[in-house]
């Protein structure tokens, strides 16, 4: 095989490589903000879809011209304008820095909040065109085969095409994104760009390569380590974006008594640096801890608590007596919290399992006295597995007889939106003689509006089993409330 042939199959490869990768690091961007429900993932996947058969139509009709100022228009030059531009939005498009910079500012300013809507903005803004022109580039490199070759090559094209989107894949999920985090998982895929420009390039010096070249340093800049600092960004991994930091006094600075986690733009825990106080700044674990663990008379056994989102793993931080697990999705979350937020390890009587919440109440043996379940901090990150029957009973599964599932729902407490509604419905299919307790101050007249806040749903397994209502034809309630216990 000519050499010529193997600089355009490792071209073709490269592009394969470079266009699956934009779809997975565009669709791990947006998941701080919109979360990763199928419906904003599919907008992302659609997104790089049409634009992309779009690509290879017009990249297959191009022909050589001369344009209105005389310059000849070749395929050479096509190409690099392609990769040039699409660089440069990629840059910008799929770095951390100006992906939150552009959810909160397109959030602030026109008030949108559907999060279909603001992906679908997301995406017409930073990948729709990318990705089209990217799309030409194989169509446009089959020029340069012999045509008596053409079907010959063509599945070579295919298959190195296809290989590259292969890679995109497995390397970036398996392999940067843990090992050196999803912001550098970016620089390697503009990286690709500028080395298929270089490729591409008889001379190193024009326009093209400059342009290419200064997308790969906007991509060092924007997720350099100095920029991370800024944002108190101490992991981006796969699963998530972790920020940990001091909140504002009212004057500006940090108020270094109080230390906040922050996962994936969600406020997922707080403490207090000042060990004589609380273990919890927020209130809703602080209520959960001081109403089912605290309560418990000193002479009682230990209990065994189960924690369904571990957060910064400070709810029973100075518990030393009962037994927790605490479950979560990322490998890397007892670490991260240890070294950058607890500044402390996790006590003996308590252990972390790096599991989907679902797949380890399917598979597990292990019987609980409390199931704590803290998932539910932000609607928009919300997994879909998490609001079914089907998980509200492998909950009840997991609880010895007697034990108590509580969870804190960040939800609608007037009932004013169908999410809140159809959930409190799910909850009650599983669980129906429910406790539900709203932590702040309940407006109870006022329907026009959404009043989100934290609500506190709890229950004991099985309740008791009495069914049966009263009415005026069976009324035994005057025999039910005189029973002695």
């Known amino acids: 095989m000519k050499r010529t042939n193997l600089l355009l199959f490792l071209v073709i490869f490269l592009e394969g490589y470079a266009v699956l990768s934009t779809e997975l690091l565009a669709i791990r961007q947006v998941m701080p903000f919109v979360g990763s429900g199928a419906d904003t993932i599919s907008i992302i996947i659609a997104a790089v879809l049409m634009p992309l058969a779009f690509g290879y139509a017009l990249g297959g009709s191009y022909v050589p011209h001369t344009d209105r100022q005389g310059q000849k228009q070749t395929i050479r030059k096509r190409l690099l304008l392609n990769l040039s531009v699409s660089a440069i939005i990629l840059a910008i498009g799929l770095s951390h820095a100006t992906t939150s910079l552009f959810f909160s500012t397109l959030i602030q300013t026109t008030q949108i909040t559907s999060k279909p809507v603001v992906t679908t903005l997301y ?6 065109l990318p990705v089209f022109l990217l799309g030409q580039t194989v169509p446009l490199i089959s020029n340069y085969f012999r045509r008596q070759h053409l079907s010959t090559f063509a599945g070579r094209i295919l298959f190195l095409s296809t290989m590259g989107s292969f890679a995109g894949s497995v390397l970036c999920t398996l392999v940067l994104m843990p090992h050196i985090g999803v912001h550098m998982t970016v ?4 990286a690709c760009l500028a080395l298929l420009t270089l490729l591409l390039s008889r001379n190193p010096i024009n326009p093209q390569v400059a342009l290419v070249c200064a997308a790969l340093l906007l991509t060092l800049g924007l997720n350099s380590k100095f920029v991370f600092e800024r944002m108190h960004i101490v992991a981006d991994d796969q699963y998530m974006t972790v920020e940990v930091f001091n909140p504002k006094k009212k004057n ?3 108020d270094e008594s109080m230390r906040i986690f922050k996962i994936n733009s969600t406020w997922a825990s ?3 640096t000042d060990k004589t106080k609380a273990d919890n700044l927020f209130p809703p674990l602080d209520y959960i801890e001081k109403q089912f663990i605290y309560s418990r008379p000193e002479s009682t056994p230990p209990i065994y608590i189960l924690m369904i989102g571990a957060g910064g793993f400070t709810l029973g931080l ?4 009962n037994h927790y697990t605490y479950i979560d999705i990322n490998p890397d979350l007892q670490r991260i919290a240890e070294a950058h937020f607890l500044k402390e390890k996790i006590g003996p009587n308590k252990k972390f399992v790096p599991e989907e919440a679902r797949a380890f109440l399917a598979y597990t043996k292990e019987k609980y006295d409390l199931v704590i379940l803290d998932p539910y901090q932000d609607a928009s990150g919300i997994p879909l597995g998490l609001v079914t029957t089907e998980f509200f009973n492998a909950v009840n599964g997991v609880l010895k007889p007697g034990g108590i599932m509580t969870g804190n729902f960040y939800i609608a407490v007037n ?3 169908e999410f809140s509604i159809r959930l409190d419905n799910t909850i009650r299919t599983v669980f129906p003689n429910l406790n539900r307790q709203a932590l702040t101050g309940y407006k109870g007249w006022q329907q026009d509006k959404a ?3 934290n609500v506190i749903y709890s229950a004991f397994k099985n309740g008791i089993g009495v069914e049966g209502v009263y009415t005026d034809d069976l009324n035994r309630s005057f ?3 005189n029973k002695v216990p």
Do not use: H, N, P, W
């Open 123 to 128: 995406a017409a803004v930073f990948i729709v």
């Open 187 to 190: 620089v390697v895929t503009i």
């Open 252 to 254: 500006g600075t940090e």
């Open 270 to 272: 707080g403490l207090y």
């Open 318 to 321: 100075k518990d030393k007596k």
């Open 415 to 417: 009932f004013s939106d």
């Open 451 to 453: 009043q989100y806040q």
């Open 479 to 481: 025999l039910d409330k």
